[in-house]
């Protein structure tokens, strides 16, 4: 007996006053239930547009009742004629959500501080505290995850690789969580588990996703189970884990009133062989990079009939920062009584013909030590080069011997040399640093086998037809009634029929002539019937090119900074500020020398020299007058 539930009210299909019940079960597709109800075709509806529908299946009085259909009223097609009038009822199944609802995936979409009330496509992704250096205030800030309706199948939020069994969870989840009336079986997952390429579309449906994961798995096939509560239950298995369920072709057994059966080795595949193709950037400098898959190995993707497909994936970017020094290494130790060093500092003693440097060691500055052995010359030390630099001031006590053009001295004078050096551990080379890197799609592992599984095996594609007393009673038939996980095979004709496991795609059930057609072979919506067909499923895929977007909110082509650091090259360093040094101004015909050595050789007696103002008489002009000069306070001899 057939039950029929709708809106809380179950009564049997002749109490309801319905006939013609058909039901059809598709592989990838909305299942369907029709049925009659005879009436004026201008009566009210008995179960309106969108009704929820549930038919169940009595075998006895009084017996278990076993769902059989959970579906929603699509159409209500009303007929008459001069001898009838009748309306049809046309249901769905819940792949009817999957094919009216767009599939959406969470974006990061920046922070709202805290008091903040999300939107109704947002989510919270988590918290984070900013520190206001001005203020010196912390605030507190959600993270936020927008919905999209752009989507990376093949990457979940996170930014980690999803197999194609992943993705399809994922978005039998979000149809879930949407309120499509679906559930999952949690000990039996989702089976095609392939590393699949990034596919980035645009506005696509949830059944489209789904079609899209499984053209990598074209030996795939979905059923709802309807027997379970309180929704169907969705799953997705490949052939080599499906059971095989057996028709015998001769005996008392057998109910078959017809058959068709069509062996496919046109639609084998020799070989596959998939050439993955990146374009990695690197400091803005693109290189092309290739890497092929292929299975068997020694399959060449010249044979004919052999799957040959180019695949591009987004390739990796990076960009370095770099930055050349230039050192010399310091006379360590006695670099304060080096001749060499101090020539090179201090240009007034630097012609060795005409000075002759000799150092008082005692009273000589502390050396910058070995931990410092070069001095900083050209470029910046930076502190990612995990190098050390500092500022040393070397000073020393020196006597100067002054030689004429002969060679022969003519003066000795002490003087106070000092300098300012950077001083550091780095060497003469050019460093590098790693200041943006946006990482590439993961090169799928084993997809050239997968592929070659699924379509190198024999196929058989046909029809069955059942026909019993009452249709599902019993049998065959009545093992199909709950659940179309099957392979079939057929016994009692050829041997290779017996283990053919035919993929079952869709099954038509009319209930009240007793009729089961099982309709098998390979997914007309899925995979192709020649190598063109078969092509289309690298056809159409967007390479991923905001997979990083999506996870950071940032765009994938953005360059990470690296802040610049550290001293630079002290360009005069002779004479650090507070020092006595040695000053000379000079052309073609005359040279003034200040040197406060020579000053304090002299005399201990002044300590201040300046321009000072002096009185002059002027005998032309008759009368006293002023000046500016150089001099110091009156001291006695």
């Not at 903040?116 to 250096?133: Q, R, S």
């Not at 197999?163 to 559930?183: F, K, L, R």
């Not at 298995?237 to 001769?250: D, E, F, K, T």
């Amino acid at each position: 007996m057939w039950l029929l539930t709708y809106n809380g009210t179950q009564k049997s299909f002749a109490d309801w006053g319905l006939s013609n019940l058909r039901r059809s079960r598709v592989s990838q597709a909305q299942d369907t239930v029709s049925f009659s109800a005879p009436g004026p075709y201008d009566a009210a509806e008995l179960f309106p547009y969108g009704a929820i529908v549930t038919i169940s299946y009595q075998a006895d009085s009084g017996g278990a009742v076993a769902p059989w259909f959970y579906g929603r009223v699509i159409q209500v097609p009303r007929s008459g004629s001069a001898t009838e009038e009748r309306m049809d009822y046309q249901l769905a199944g819940p792949w009817w959500h999957l094919d009216n609802l767009v599939y959406q995936q969470v974006w990061s979409s920046g922070m709202r501080a805290q008091p903040y009330t999300l939107a109704e496509d947002e989510i919270k992704l988590g918290e984070e505290t900013i520190h206001d250096e001005i203020t010196g205030e912390d605030t507190v800030y959600d993270l936020i995850g927008v919905y999209k309706s752009r989507v990376i199948l093949g990457q979940d939020h996170a930014g980690a690789q999803r197999t194609s069994g992943q993705v399809i969870t994922d978005v039998i989840d979000y149809a879930i969580a949407s309120g499509a009336p679906i559930q999952l079986d949690p000990e039996d997952p989702i089976e095609p588990d392939l590393q699949i390429p990034f596919d980035e579309q645009n506005d696509i449906t949830c059944a489209e996703a789904i079609r899209r994961m499984l053209r990598w798995s074209p030996d795939a096939v979905t059923w709802f189970d309807y027997s379970t509560t309180p929704y169907p239950t969705f799953h997705c298995v490949r052939r080599s884990a499906l059971q095989s369920l057996a028709i015998p072709l001769s005996g008392v057994e057998n109910s078959i009133s017809d058959l068709q059966i069509i062996p496919r080795p046109d639609i084998q595949v020799p070989a596959v062989v998939l050439k993955f193709e990146q374009t990695n950037t690197v400091d803005g400098v693109e290189y092309e990079n290739i890497v092929t898959d292929k299975y068997p190995l020694t399959a060449s993707g010249r044979a004919f009939a052999t799957l040959t497909a180019t695949l591009q994936l987004a390739g990796f970017q990076t960009n370095y920062v770099t930055q050349k020094i230039v050192t010399e290494d310091l006379p360590l130790p006695g670099i304060s009584s080096c001749p060499e060093f101090w020539r090179a500092h201090d240009p007034s003693i630097a012609d060795a013909d005409t000075y002759e440097l000799t150092f008082l060691v005692p009273q000589c500055s502390a050396d910058p030590g070995s931990d410092y052995p070069r001095e900083l010359t050209s470029g910046q030390v930076q502190d990612w080069m995990d190098k050390h630099v500092k500022r040393q001031i070397v000073s020393a006590v020196c006597l100067v011997g002054i030689m004429d053009s002969e060679g022969v001295m003519v003066k000795e004078e002490w003087r106070t040399l000092s300098c300012e050096i950077i001083v550091t551990d780095a060497e003469t080379r050019t460093y590098t640093k790693l200041a943006s890197l946006v990482t590439g799609e993961s090169i799928p592992v084993g997809l050239a086998k997968a592929l070659y599984d699924s379509l190198n095996p024999l196929q058989y594609a046909g029809s069955v037809t059942l026909t019993e007393e009452e249709c599902c009673a019993e049998g065959v038939a009545a093992a199909l009634r709950a659940a179309a996980g099957f392979t079939l095979n057929l016994t009692g004709g050829l041997a290779a029929w017996e283990t053919m496991k035919a993929l079952i795609q869709q099954i038509d059930e009319d209930v009240d002539s007793g009729r089961t057609t099982i309709t098998f072979g390979p997914a007309e919506q899925l995979s192709a019937q020649d190598l063109i067909e078969r092509l289309r499923t690298n056809r159409g895929r967007g390479v991923a090119f905001n997979f990083i977007k999506r996870t950071t909110g940032e765009s994938a082509d953005s360059a990470g900074t690296v802040a610049l650091s550290g001293y630079t090259p002290i360009l005069n360093t002779a004479g650090s500020s507070g020092r006595t040094k040695l000053q000379i101004i000079t052309d073609d015909t005359c040279k003034i020398t200040l040197d406060p050595a020579q000053i304090a050789a002299l005399t201990a007696a002044v300590s201040t020299m300046g321009v000072k103002e002096v009185s002059v008489c002027d005998n032309v002009a008759g009368k006293v007058r002023f000046m500016l000069t150089i001099g110091s306070e009156l001291y006695d001899k």
